[in-house]
């Protein structure tokens, strides 16, 4: 079992930064690819970025690509999601989640595990 709690989360102006934080409890967070997630109101859920189990590939949308960065740290079962010039239609709320597979996953349905989400707010 692997429980997931996001942190960083916030309102931020646009052009603004910040850095979400996905801490992993268990053993086996080195073998969990990891993504996020995000779900803006009346939008369906969307990717944002994926991060394989090693660290040695990611994915982005291509709506972040160039801003947004993924990384993570085994020794401390943790995932980070840089965000920078961020922008309004950023706004939404962010999923950590987390697969038992070792390559890095666009798609909602290799995650078995989720965090319980953290807002995101970029104003204009």
């Known amino acids: 079992q692997v429980q997931l709690v996001e942190s960083g989360g916030g309102l931020v102006q646009a052009g603004g930064s910040l850095r979400l934080s996905c801490a992993a409890s268990?053993?086996?967070?080195?073998?969990?690819?990891m993504g996020w997630f995000r779900q803006a109101p009346g939008k369906e859920s969307e990717f944002v970025a994926a991060?394989?189990?090693?660290?040695?590939?990611?994915y982005y949308a291509d709506s972040v690509k160039g801003r947004f960065t993924v990384s993570r740290d085994n020794a401390k079962n943790t995932v980070y999601l840089q965000m920078n010039s961020l922008k309004p239609e950023d706004t939404a709320v962010y999923y950590c989640?987390?697969?038992?597979?070792?390559?890095?996953?666009?798609?909602?349905?290799?995650?078995?595990?989720w965090g319980q989400g953290i807002q995101v707010t970029v104003s204009s």
């Open positions: 989640a987390g697969g038992a597979l070792r390559y890095a996953s666009t798609s909602v349905d290799d995650y078995g595990y």
């Open positions: 991060i394989s189990s090693s660290g040695g590939t990611t």
């Open positions: 268990g053993r086996t967070f080195t073998y969990y690819a």
